[in-house]
């Protein structure tokens, strides 16, 4: 009876990694609709807003902003630009995903605002070109 007591609470210690494994993650906002997840990060959270109402907002906020790249202006910054104004914005190499952008291109940019005393930046986690 011991042995079978001590196997069971083995299988029961291996098995639980694998179900935790199933909850939480990426929650694809282009997915169908059939997938359920709990937990972890989802795209439609972050709130679209402009570049005036961004530098209103508090440091470290998740926000998207719509609009277009200007130009860059150092390795992975660039201007952004929307109908109220305008910010810096970093993009790391691995965020473009393939992805070609031209100034004339509208995207949509996610991120995580970084804001100091007179300046407000963008570290973009997340590049969609706008059809």
Known sequence: MKKQAALLAIVMLASAPVFAAQQ???IDPDAPKTQ????????????????????EMKDDSWITVRGQ?????????YQFRDQTGTMTVEIDHK????QTVSPKD?????????????SIELDVKHVKKLP
């Open 24 to 26: 939480g993650g990426f």
């Open 95 to 98: 965020r473009w995903n393939g």
């Open 36 to 55: 359920v997840q709990q937990g972890g990060f989802n795209a439609d959270s972050t709130s679209v807003v402009t570049v005036k109402q961004a530098e």
């Open 106 to 118: 509208r995207v949509e940019l996610t991120g995580e605002l970084d804001k100091d005393f007179n």
């Open 69 to 77: 790249l200007e130009k860059q202006t150092g390795d992975e910054d």
